[in-house]
């Protein structure tokens, strides 16, 4: 069974610009999460989608959006890029149970580098 | 809200003997999952081991295993015969009825040979 998908692996861009990250869950997975993490912060909760509707969010600004789509796929886009945006971005698929996730799997992450 | 402490920021093992790592966390809900994920130099988080919260016994996976105290919120991760493949950070994390992960900073794990 293939694992969790992120693409790309490596971005380089430049602050203003915006920026969409990739992520495909595991088979069958319909749960899709995103976590920053930073050497200052630590890993933070971006937001998580479920059957294409945004099901929880963490307290980032609303430069920071997701969507899911129909196969569960997921994008995250975070616009008008700042310096404090470099980060690694991870992305993790789970089934839930009805109440909560039991067990998260984790891609790869994206390291966005903003220059 | 939920918050999880690691507040050992590294430690070191000689290969084949026993390690401990401590986390401790606060939590309102009674139906929570706790988990170590290892994250290696490559970045990839990789879960360790699962603990329920309404199951007394700790979980073990093969050289792995828990020690939860539920009253004390205390959840400690043992490494019994380390490896040089156990090097790389370890997070202590919570998830509840929101679904989200809630990790620690991490702990830097390093094996010497």
């Known amino acids: 069974k293939a694992g969790v998908t992120q693409t790309p692996r490596y971005l380089i861009k430049t602050r203003g610009q915006q920026v969409t990250l990739s992520c495909s869950p595991i088979?069958?997975?319909?749960?899709v999460s995103w976590y920053q993490q930073t050497p200052g912060q630590g890993l933070q909760f971006l937001f998580e989608y479920f059957s294409e509707t945004q099901r929880n969010k963490g307290n980032f600004p609303g430069r920071f959006s997701g969507r899911q789509f129909s196969n569960s796929r997921s994008e995250m886009n975070v616009s008008t890029l700042e310096l404090g945006d470099s980060a690694l971005y991870l992305c993790a698929s789970s089934v839930p149970s009805p109440h909560m996730n039991t067990e998260a799997f984790f891609g790869q992450g994206t390291r966005l580098t903003v220059v | 809200a939920q918050t999880v402490t690691q507040s050992q920021p590294e430690m070191s093992v000689q290969e084949a003997e026993t390690v401990t790592l401590s986390c401790t966390y606060d939590t309102s809900e009674n139906n929570y999952y706790l988990f170590w994920y290892k994250q290696p130099p490559s970045r990839q988080m990789i879960l360790v081991i699962r603990?329920?919260?309404?199951?007394?016994q700790n979980a073990t996976e093969n050289r792995f295993s828990v020690n939860f105290q539920k009253a004390a919120k205390s959840f400690s991760l043992k490494i019994s015969d380390s490896q040089l493949g156990d090097t790389a950070m370890y997070f202590c994390a919570l998830t509840g009825a929101n679904s989200k992960l809630t990790f620690g900073k991490g702990i830097t794990l390093s094996v010497r040979p």
């Open positions: 088979s069958g997975h319909r749960s």
């Open positions: 603990q329920e919260a309404y199951k007394q």
